[in-house]
């Protein structure tokens, strides 16, 4: 596949084949408005702050370049020490964004470390009786489980507001979100000078075909979560996830974690995105791939590694709590409902 306009093509839904597994849906989410032309778009920092005053200038005049209205938060210029404010100011911008009823949808303007500390003081009913999209990623996946785990909308695993949105990334978002695509999500062809693709490659862990819905995200965030009433339910679930900094070792540690607490055992299918820097600088006797195969292979589901999501500069936007169809021979994901109505 090439070009661009390649990455978000929505080819009809062929029938599955008799490798494919049909999983159940741990819990049906709710379906917010699409976005349109003209609509405003609420900004809110649940994690760490902003450096600099100006990157929430540039901020808003991305915002505006995509034919959208930016609303900062109340508290968006807060401060205390390395979080965008107190908890409880933080959590009151997610409430006030989500009932303020000319805010359509919602950013996160940068993640870093925070959202979990805020869960306690979000208003879940305000959450659940105003279905919006929430778009970030990184340490947004905390916000991301808990609207998953106390039943409400679809949210969009996607690149924060502060993030640099090359045309791809634009793309694959405004796909999703202003189009109601269900697209076939394929690593991009690399355009490097080599005989045989070596970059954006996807590597099979065990292969075959299933269905379930998409849950996941940052690894770290995720793992923490486990044990707290912020963990959705992943029965049957296409778990994705993604990482930055970490040694293999604490990615073994992490998935060491997931499987004894029982999320691994129940899912679908998984994939595993870029995992940027992963590498422990002292050396590993175990590379990423063999930790992957661990404790992936034993579980009997397709799952593959390299998808084109993470910390990186472009990136799909995968919703939360869409029914998909993983082929890990293939190393896609197909969206088989839109993210929105």
């Known amino acids: 596949m090439t070009g661009l306009a390649a990455l978000m093509a929505s080819p009809a839904l062929p029938a599955l084949d008799g490798a494919a597994c049909a999983a159940p849906v741990a819990g049906k989410r709710i379906k917010p408005p699409r976005i349109k032309a003209g609509d405003t778009i609420g900004l809110i920092e649940p994690a760490s702050a902003s450096d600099d005053p100006f990157d929430l200038v540039l901020v808003e005049e991305a915002i505006r370049a995509m034919g959208l209205v930016p609303k900062r938060a109340p508290n968006l210029l807060k401060r205390y020490g390395y979080l965008a404010g107190q908890d409880k100011e933080r959590a009151a911008d997610i409430n006030a964004m989500f009932a303020d009823g000319d805010v359509k949808a919602i950013f996160a303007v940068r993640g870093g470390w925070g959202a979990a500390r805020a869960l306690p003081f979000v208003d879940w009913d305000v959450v659940r009786a105003n279905p919006k999209l929430l778009i970030g990623y990184s340490d947004i996946t905390a916000l991301h489980m808990a609207i998953a785990a106390k039943g409400g909308a679809v949210t969009l695993h ?72 912020y963990l959705p339910d992943f029965t049957g679930a296409i778990l994705f996830l993604e990482d930055i900094d970490e040694a293999e070792y604490r990615i073994d540690r992490m998935l060491t974690q997931l499987g004894q607490a029982g999320v691994l055992s129940k899912l679908a299918g998984v994939v595993f995105g870029q995992c940027t820097n992963c590498r422990n600088p002292d050396g590993s006797s175990f590379t990423l791939n063999s930790i992957l195969r661990q404790h992936f292979e034993p579980l009997g589901i397709p799952a593959f590694e390299g998808a084109w999501f993470g910390h990186i500069s472009d990136q799909f936007t995968i919703p939360q709590g869409v029914l998909a169809e993983i082929d890990a021979d293939a190393g896609t994901l197909r969206l088989l409902e839109a993210a929105v109505v």
């Open 158 to 229: 996607g690149p924060n507001a502060s993030s640099a949105w090359g045309r791809a990334s634009v793309e694959s978002f405004k796909g999703l979100a202003f189009d109601g695509a269900t697209p076939l999500f394929e690593n991009p062809k690399a355009t490097e000078d080599r005989l045989v693709q070596r970059r954006w490659r996807t590597i099979k862990i065990r292969g075959g075909k299933a269905q379930g819905q998409l849950l996941g995200g940052n690894l770290t965030v995720l793992t923490a979560l486990a044990g707290t009433p």
